[in-house]
């Protein structure tokens, strides 16, 4: 691990997401600054998108330009040692392309890189014209993955299968078929816990779902959290078990008061410290209408 500027042995990790902006803090680059924190791990981030967003949908998006989106990769990777990678939406196919040199060179480098093919957010908008950059995606991404995390929707989309019609254990097959090195995929509807597949070994990584109502930015929660423990040296498979783990717990315990539809996960274990800590009494007080700050003096204080 490289030490800080300061000396230290055990510096924290730099973590880079690659995705778009949630203005409603749920998702995207936001959740996954969280996640990342979460787990230890510093967040550098390339903003490809801006959404319009909240729990109920998206109204509205724009892509940034290409160059910009390089530049701002370029910034990071000549600055930070970035220990791990993490990608998440995908907005076109020139986007894709362009994206592909510096992320090879990344990630022939050693550094592990998540590939979370965001598509459909949680309450069921459109992120990508999937049609358009799927065969993109397989193509740029999949041969530079450590590990590709889609939901069930989004294994069907990549590999073409009807919406319920293959098993997670199938899907997994046809994506490791397609160049995926491994693959997490996500619990669908009335399913529960992660499957996992490297090609050799199939593996359910148990757990119960929790159908609490808040699920918006679990898949972002996800991914950065499995690419924040393999930048801490975690195996894949051990990564894989801890990030399930944590992730669930993120949306058992999500933002239930937050938004009016499908509420935020909780990646940071906020709502445990919700209740507003007593103001302490440091001896000072506020005068006058300018709230000019004075130190209190009582007879006592001076003994």
């Known amino acids: 691990m490289t030490t800080g500027t300061d000396g ?10 690659i995705g778009s902006s949630d203005s409603g803090g749920g998702a995207g680059i936001q959740g996954d600054v969280k996640a990342y924190a979460a787990v230890g791990c510093y967040a550098a981030t390339v903003v490809v998108g801006v959404t319009a967003q909240n729990t109920t949908g998206i109204s509205d998006r724009w892509a940034v ?27 076109s196919v020139e986007l894709l392309e362009a994206l592909a040199p510096p992320l090879r060179e990344m990630t022939a480098g050693g550094t592990p890189l998540v590939v979370d093919p965001v598509m459909v957010t949680a309450a069921g908008s459109w992120l ?16 530079l993955a450590t590990a590709l995390t889609p939901n069930r929707r989004e ?35 009335d399913e529960s816990g992660d499957w996992f597949h490297d090609g050799r070994r199939h593996t359910h990584i148990p757990g119960p779902r929790h159908a609490t109502g808040a699920e918006h930015g679990a898949g972002c929660a996800h991914s950065s ?17 801890e990030a399930h783990r ?58």
Do not use: N
Request: charged share 20%; glycine share 12%.
């Open 128 to 143: 990508s014209d999937s049609g358009r950059i799927r065969d993109s995606v397989i193509e740029t991404l999949f041969p």
């Open 225 to 241: 959290l499995l690419a924040g423990l393999l930048a801490q040296g975690w195996p894949l498979l051990d990564a894989a078990v």
């Open 65 to 91: 330009p290409v160059p910009m989106v390089l530049e701002q990769l370029r910034a990071v990777l000549e600055d930070f040692p970035v220990a791990a990678a993490k990608i998440g939406t995908t907005w």
């Open 155 to 189: 294994a069907e989309l990549l590999v073409g299968a009807a919406p319920g019609t293959t098993s997670r254990e199938e899907l997994a097959e046809a994506l490791v078929g397609l160049g995926a090195r491994a693959v997490v995929i996500t619990a669908g509807t």
């Open 8 to 17: 230290d042995a055990a510096a924290v990790p730099v973590c880079l997401t």
């Open 246 to 303: 944590r992730a669930a717990r993120s949306v058992r315990g999500g933002h239930l008061g937050i938004g009016r539809a499908v509420h935020p996960v909780d990646a940071l274990g906020l709502a445990a410290h919700a209740a507003a800590p007593a103001v302490p009494d440091h001896g000072w007080t506020t005068e006058g209408d300018g709230g000019r700050v004075s130190e209190r003096t009582t007879e006592a204080s001076h003994g």
